[in-house]
Each structure stands twice: as C-alpha cells, then as structure tokens.
C-alpha cells in the first residue's frame, strides 16, 4: 500500500487524509503487556506486535486469525499510524535510540534505502532466517532492501505495478474507445500519446469532468516508469539533472495548463470528493488504488470502470515487513513475517485488498489469476497487472525519494493548477526540496 503517498499506497503510502493518531502511538505500543518471560497476561499466549501504517490489509483479509488458528499460542496485536508522513519519523527515532521499537516495523518503499543504509544493523537479517527463499521475490524488490554486503532487513509485501484506469462510460461520452485493448493502445509506449488522448477526451468532455485527475498522479505514474530517477548509482542527488524528470515534470505542466487533469492534491479531501462524484475519466492506476477508488467512490460506479496499460510499465508503492533485534518475541516475529509474505498469503491479500504480490510464485494461483474487482467489473485484473509487473524497471532508490517526489507533485505541478507558469513551479518545487534535503 501502499500507497502511498503510499507515500501514496499504502501505502498506499498513503491512504487516508487525516493524520489524527499522532507518531507517540508507535512509540506506545512496544510492550505487549506481557510478563517477563515474554508471555502475555491472556492465557500464557505471546503477542507479537506490529507497527504499521495506513491499511495494510492482512487484518482486513483474515490473515491475523489463520495464523493464531495454526499458533494457538500466539496473539497478533496491529498498531497503526494512518499516514507514513507521522509514522516513519517516529520509527527513525526509535531506530536510532534503538529503542520503543514493536515486534515487527513496516516499512515504506520511499524509506528502504535510508533506512538499509543507516539502521540496517538493528535490523534482523532475514535472508538467513528459516523458510526465507530469495527467489520467490522480484528480484529488484528483495534488493531494495538489501544492504551492500548482502544482508537484507526486510521482506517484501507488495508491489504497484502502473496501469491506468478509466471510465469506460465517460470514455465512450467523449468519442474515446472503451475496450482496454484498443484504449491501451491510444498510447502505447508514450506519455505523451496519454496526454493526447487528454486533448482528444477534452473535446467532447462530459460537462464538469477532467481527463485525468491530478497533476501530481499522472507526474508520478510517468516517473514510475524510468530506470533513473532522482539518485544516480553512486548516491548523488540528480533529479534537477536527470532530463527524464525534467520532460515529466513539463509533460504534467502542459496537461495542467492544458485543463486535462484535475486542480487536486491526492489524497486530501477535496480530491476524494473528485471521486465520489465522478470528476475525472482516468487514474494513474497501481493495483492498491483500485482499493482506494472503491472506498471513495459512489456506488453507481461500480462495473463502470476497466484497467488498460499503461504507456510504460512502471512500479507506485509497496512496503517491507522487519524485524528489530532488540524486540521482545524476535524468533515469533521472523516467523510470522515468513508466513505474512509467502506467495500463498500475498496472493490472498492481493484477492481481499488489492495488494498486488512482490513475490513472482504468487502470480499463477487462483486468488491471483481469477482476481476481479467491483469496480472493474469482469476485467481480469490479476492477469492484468501481472503483465505489468514483468516489465517494471529496475530502479534506483534513493534515501530521500519520498522527500523529492512530495516535491515535485504537491509543491510543484500542482502549481500550474492555480496559474503559475511551469517555469514557477520548477523552481518552487526544486527550492523546496532542496531546503528540505539539507534538514
């Protein structure tokens, strides 16, 4: 989720717009309550307790009680900070006092990397803990989290696999094609034919409707897309010289000039609103959003949507389960992640919440494979996805990814949105992050 964002998924990071439990509940929540011998005071059972945030979905899909039915002497205890924004500050503190830290930490693709290359020694390596198969991931997924001498602090729950969704009913209203074969092909291999398309849908637009629905989704799905982002393989900082951001950044200037996407932040209420009332006609679509499209959206818009691909594939969100050293049920935690992100597992919370699986043996099970969605109707979104995911690039991921890309979307294109020039809002965005950077 991420996303997140998950920084959007989750996250998506990501998930809902108030962040009212506060960044103390991590802090709050590493005792279980247990005696000393590690047992809690509920019938001798150990609680293993994770930090999380947003909606991870193993509650919501069932996974908590199947595994306490298979470990009857076990007790699963979720602590939740809504928005990753609250929730990776205070588990930063906590790694660096090492200290207050739960069972098990989720952690945030935009965070891996600082996190691999500052904390990784609080961190159990879980490459060498039982029932762990490396080949079972994406293998850029398991290198995420993988330092340079090979440990690797987490295991991969999900992946965002780019794909765009679209109403194929406002699609049809504006002269566009609704099947996802002919839709995907407006745009096949190129941005630039989606923002094309935008200029098509615009001709004919169902009255109140944009294209898309906001700068900062189509930025974000175009970068998804390319090998370099914003750190080069060395560590330097380059997204102000990576010309692929720069042609990005200017592509969603000139949609939003352009009037094709949406003047929203994601995210924020005024942007779920857009949804609920069917204001825009495609979504840079990872598959966690369809969960979040679900959530927002009225139910006369059930069936009405479709998933084709995207002009080029490209990953948004996903998260990583681990383990501090110092938690009280270690050995019970390394398990329960084990199980927690098997192909088996992940292929359900993919069928449930729509967390598509980081684990490439999960693609050819039914959960995944027969996989279908309210809002989507009969479109077979496991397969779908699956496709994209096979292409997705490997990508460099640099320690203060989230930092540049809220940047670029909320303190950038958003901008164009409110009349500022693209020139403006280059320049505010890249003054911000920068100030932000040298914190």
């Known amino acids: ?221 175009i970068v998804s897309s390319e090998k370099d982002k914003y750190y080069d393989a060395s560590g330097e900082v380059i997204y102000k010289t990576n010309p692929a951001i720069k042609n990005a950044f200017d592509l969603t200037a000139k949609a939003a000039k352009e009037g094709l996407v949406g003047a929203q932040t994601q995210f924020q209420p005024a942007w779920d609103t857009t949804i609920a009332k069917s204001k825009f006609a495609a979504i840079a679509c990872p598959p966690w959003m369809l969960g979040y499209l679900k959530g927002k959206s009225s139910p006369d818009s059930a069936g009405k949507w479709d998933v084709a691909a995207a002009p080029k594939s490209g990953n948004w969100g996903g998260t990583f389960l681990a383990v501090p050293k110092n938690g009280k049920h270690v050995k019970e935690a390394e398990k329960l992640i084990t199980w927690l992100t098997a192909p088996e597992q992940q292929a359900k919370l993919f069928a449930v919440q729509g967390s598509f699986p980081s684990s490439t043996a999960a693609y050819d099970l039914p959960q995944v494979t027969g996989a279908k969605n309210t809002m989507t109707g009969d479109a077979p979104i496991g397969k779908i996805f699956a496709e994209a995911a096979k292409a997705i690039p490997t990508q460099v991921i640099g320690p203060k990814d989230q930092i540049i890309q809220q940047g670029l979307t909320d303190n950038g294109v958003i901008l164009v949105t409110k009349g500022k020039s693209a020139k403006e809002a280059w320049e505010t965005a890249t003054k911000t992050i920068d100030n932000n950077l040298e914190k």
């Open 1 to 221: 989720m991420r996303a997140h964002t998950r920084s959007a998924r989750n996250r998506a990071v990501v998930l809902a717009a108030v962040a009212s439990l506060g960044a103390g509940l991590l802090a709050g929540c590493a005792d279980d309550g247990g005696d000393d011998d590690g047992s809690s005071s509920g019938g001798g059972k150990t609680t293993i307790t994770l930090g999380l945030f947003g909606t991870q979905g193993f509650k919501e899909a069932g996974l908590y009680k199947e595994y306490e039915k298979l470990n009857p002497n076990i007790k699963i205890q979720e602590n939740v900070v809504e928005r990753n924004e609250n929730y990776y500050p205070a588990l930063v503190n906590h790694l660096t006092t090492n200290s207050g830290l739960q069972d098990v930490q989720a952690i945030e693709v935009g965070n891996i990397a600082e996190v691999v290359s500052t904390n990784a020694d609080k961190l159990v390596d879980m490459s060498k803990v039982a029932g762990v198969d490396k080949s079972k991931w994406v293998d850029w997924k398991w290198q995420q989290a993988t330092t340079k001498d090979g440990q690797t602090i987490g295991l991969g729950t999900d992946i965002g696999p780019m794909a765009i969704c679209y109403r194929k009913d406002l699609f049809q209203q504006a002269g566009l094609p609704a099947d996802r074969e002919a839709v995907g092909q407006l745009w096949a291999g190129d941005w630039n034919k989606l923002v094309a398309a935008g200029e098509t849908y615009k001709k004919k637009a169902p009255a109140g409707t944009t294209f898309m629905d906001s700068p900062g989704g189509l930025l974000n799905a």
